[in-house]
């Protein structure tokens, strides 16, 4: 007998390690879904993270793992701090951008080149990013319509850069630029600046609107919601939304990463769901979503999964 088909995912999706930091990307009629992996062992009770690993599915509910794809031991300047990635595809080439500890010095960001979506990834040999400062993490990389690709990062300030169209380098004469972070773009908050932003920004645009999905403190609370603010231009000025995800049955941390794929708009995020789980031990779950007719977003749910997507 014909066994029946799961028709629903269940959160988390990944039960057999923890993940975090979800990065979606779509390539053809596949969603790859690049995480940064909290190590079971923990080194001073903190983030234990030294690789990135590729999933991939077709249908939400199905999922391949494709094991590490890129990973500390791969670059010769870091020496920790495998963090928060983000994938694109550009000229038939994947680019996979992460955050590294620098040996004896502080965060900067790496790029990985592969000619498969699931890798290996190869160390350019530098970073790509990197001010001598702390800030430098969690990059949300974007190409817009006319071919300009965007690199945001930062934490506590919201930065990017016009990525070249090698996408290994930056046009230094515009260099960093810096965000202003203003309560009108980001939202009154308890991060260092004053507005919610606190990290894990990720670039999306839909019917002419930019979005900025980010990871927010309220005023007084040590633990992060996901919140949105949009824009006309991939640049700003930005306008707050509001927010996306409460803190709710989350870990300290969360991190938003949004894609459309066949039809529908998925948001990955994460929890400290699994069994043994908590804020250096998390686990990648999704939920779809949908936009208001104005553009904007009612908060979302965490959730026990989604529809799958089946051919009739
Ligand atoms: O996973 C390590 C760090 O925690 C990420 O870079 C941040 O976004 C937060 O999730």
Known sequence: ????????????????MYTADPAPMVDGDTLYLYTTHDEDELKNNFYTMYDWHCFSTKDMVNWTHHGKVFSLDDISWADDRAWAPQAIKRNGKYYLYCPVHKINDGMAIAVGVSDSPTGPFKDIGHPLVDEGDWNDIDPTVFIDDDGQAYL???NPELRYVLLNEDMISYNKEVGVVKIPMTPESFGKGGHRTGTTYTEGPWLYKRNGIYYMFYAAFRPNMRQEHLAYSTSKSPTGPWVYGGILMDEKGGTFTNHPGVVDFKGHTFLFYHTGELPGGGPFHRSVCVAEFKFNEDGSIDPVEKCDGVDGIFDE
């Not at 007998?1 to 269940?10: A, C, I, L, V």
């Open 1 to 16: 007998m014909e066994q029946e088909k799961k028709k629903r995912s269940k959160n988390p999706i990944i039960t057999s």
């Open 152 to 154: 945001y990062f930062g």
